[in-house]
C-alpha cells in the first residue's frame, strides 16, 4: 500500500494538468528504507511527448547523488498517460528498474483543469506489475 500526503497528491496531479498533452514526470523522494515519499522532484519530460515519458540522463544523475547526499531514496516514480487510462504500458514496465519504488500513473486523458483523474499505484518487479491501495493522508 501506498500512504501519501495529500499534499503530495494535488503537486504530481498539478503537475500532470500543467504538461498536458506531453507526459509528465518526476520522483517523490523519502529518507533511506522509510517507504514514506516527503520531498516532490517534478522533472522535464526530455521526449517531450505525448506517449512517452524519458527523464533527462543529466538530471537524473544529478537527482540521484543529491538522494545520495539527503540519505534519500525514490519511493515514488511518477508519470502521466494523457490519452490512456493510468495503467503502466509495456514500455513503462521494461523501464522499471526500481524494485522498492511506487509506480504512480495519473491519467490526464479524460480530464480538464478542474475535472476527474485517475491517480494509481502500481508495484513492477522483474516485469510484474501489481496494482496496490493508495491511502491519502492530511499528514504522516
Known amino acids: 500500500m501506498l500512504t501519501i500526503t495529500q499534499a503530495l497528491v494535488d503537486q504530481i ?3 500532470a494538468r500543467q504538461d ?3 507526459e509528465a514526470c518526476g520522483v517523490v523522494a523519502g529518507p533511506e528504507g522509510s517507504g514514506r515519499p516527503e520531498r516532490f522532484i517534478p522533472m522535464l ?3 517531450r ?3 512517452f515519458y524519458e527523464f533527462d540522463s543529466g538530471d537524473l544523475l544529478k537527482l540521484y547523488r543529491e538522494m545520495d547526499d539527503r540519505d534519500e ?3 515514488i516514480i511518477y508519470h502521466s498517460h494523457t490519452a490512456t487510462e493510468a495503467y503502466p504500458s509495456r514500455t ?3 523501464y522499471a528498474n526500481e524494485p522498492g519504488a511506487h509506480y504512480v500513473l495519473v491519467s490526464t486523458a479524460d480530464a480538464d483543469d478542474a475535472g476527474p483523474f485517475q491517480f494509481r499505484s ?3 518487479v522483474a516485469g510484474e506489475v501489481t496494482e496496490e491501495e493508495v491511502k491519502v493522508v492530511e499528514a504522516y
Open 20 to 22: 498536458h498533452p506531453d
Open 49 to 51: 511527448s505525448p506517449t
Open 13 to 15: 496531479v498539478a503537475h
Open 73 to 75: 531514496e525514490p519511493v
Open 92 to 94: 513503462d514496465i521494461s
Open 45 to 47: 519530460n526530455a521526449a
Open 122 to 124: 502500481f508495484q513492477i
